[in-house]
């Protein structure tokens, strides 16, 4: 790669293990490092004037609280910043790390090529003349052919129907053979009762022509209440109707953090970000997207509601789903399959870099229902294929920025 087409990259990291393997995996990827410095000693001034295009920063609780120094950097919407986790980075080794540098190179460049050399050796399936194989073939010398003959000559031993059976066979003068129905039951075990002396059944119980009264139950009214319209959160008029889901993979950091940073205290729908993580960390996560957003950043939990003007990330685990219009949260892994469970007149779907295409089809049908589908344009974003799918289905594409003011539109 020539120097021109190398982006412009600031390492923000403390001294140690972390930052020289990022360090290396930057130069494998072809960046030109114009900074690399400690963000806790590091000028504000400084990180701006080295121009960079890309913010590579060792996320660790240590530095947290300096980062608010390089806001006016890091929401800059020319400029992409990339998290990664400070123990994490520090231990990759193998083919783990070689992996990470691939998805790193992937987000410089703008491009989804992700997989390992010699992929370009694709396979060719070979067709093969001949009929298929037969199940008789398949099961060629399995030796079940006495098994076969076994069962045949019991068969012929088996009653065909109620009286088949050929031990009381009696010859008719027209060749014809009957069945003795008293000889075929003494055979089996079962006696016939003497016809002078036929078994009688116990009478059956009488039944009275009135039935008994029913007993009147005794309720006291006198303690009974009337729940009033508009009593709290318990009440029907205060439950959460409808949601805004929002996906991203790869790259979605950067795009959720822009989105979260426009939208406004007090937004009326609950926002659950769905963003995967192959570190899993989303306690880290939460705390990213809390230093930007205007509301609350809460992990999602299981067994809870999802509260308007909240900002839920989603963890691996866990799932939102819709009861009568509410939205809560439940164990599970699939969460494609409750897209078509929100109600559409107020719930909207937005599909960022790097999101699974499994949610373009889903999506795009809530969309023809009256829910507001969007997905991230192209600029600035790293995996452009279902934002792109979702458009060829004829959704609106923005910048995250662009994104939450359709949002902020359309609710507040």
């Known amino acids: 790669m020539s120097v021109s087409e190398a982006k412009r990259v600031a390492l923000l990291a403390r001294p140690g293990e972390a930052r020289e393997r990022l360090r290396v995996a930057l130069h494998e990827a072809g960046a030109d490092i114009v900074l690399e410095d400690d963000p806790n000693t590091l000028d504000a001034e400084a990180l701006g004037g080295s121009a960079p295009q890309v913010v590579l920063v060792a996320l660790e609780p240590a530095i947290e609280d300096s980062l608010e120094r390089f806001d006016s950097v890091l929401h800059d919407p020319a400029v992409a910043v990339i998290f990664d986790e400070a123990d994490l980075a520090a231990c990759r080794q193998g083919w783990d790390a070689q992996r990470w540098a691939r998805h790193l190179a992937a987000k410089l460049h703008g491009h989804r090529d992700v997989l390992p050399p010699g992929r370009e050796e694709d396979v060719v399936l070979q067709l093969e003349p001949g009929l298929p194989v037969t199940p008789a073939q398949l099961h060629e010398g399995d030796g079940i052919a006495r098994h076969l003959e076994e069962a045949a000559d019991r068969a012929l ?50 039944v009275p022509s009135v039935p ?190 662009q994104l939450a003011q359709r949002l902020t539109d359309r609710w507040f």
């Open 157 to 206: 031993d088996l009653p065909s129907d109620d009286f088949a059976y050929t031990g009381g066979l009696q010859a008719r003068p027209s060749g014809d053979q009957v069945v003795d129905a008293d000889d075929w039951l003494r055979t089996v075990g079962l006696e016939t009762a003497p016809a002078s002396s036929p078994a009688v059944p116990p009478p059956l119980p009488e």
């Open 212 to 401: 008994p009264p029913v007993p009147t139950p005794k309720f006291d009214l006198s303690s009974l209440e009337l729940e009033p319209l508009d009593a709290g959160s318990t009440s029907a008029a205060a439950r959460v109707q409808g949601a805004v889901l929002v996906f991203a993979g790869i790259g979605g950091p950067d795009a959720v953090r822009k989105l979260l940073a426009e939208l406004p205290e007090g937004f009326p729908k609950p926002l659950l970000v769905h963003l995967r993580l192959d570190g899993g960390r989303y306690d880290n996560l939460v705390r990213q997207m809390e230093r930007v957003a205007h509301m609350p950043v809460v992990l999602a939990e299981a067994g809870t509601p999802a509260e308007a003007g909240h900002i839920y990330v989603l963890p691996g685990d866990v799932v939102p789903f819709v009861d009568a219009g509410q939205v809560a949260f439940r164990p599970g892994a699939v969460i494609h399959t409750m897209i078509p469970q929100l109600p559409p007149a107020d719930s909207a779907v937005l599909l960022l870099s790097g999101s699974d295409s499994a949610l373009v089809d889903p999506a795009a049908t809530l969309g023809t229902q009256g829910a507001l589908v969007l997905g991230q344009s192209q600029e600035g974003c790293y995996d452009p294929a279902a934002p792109r799918a979702l458009a060829a289905r004829g959704a609106d594409l923005g910048t995250p920025v």
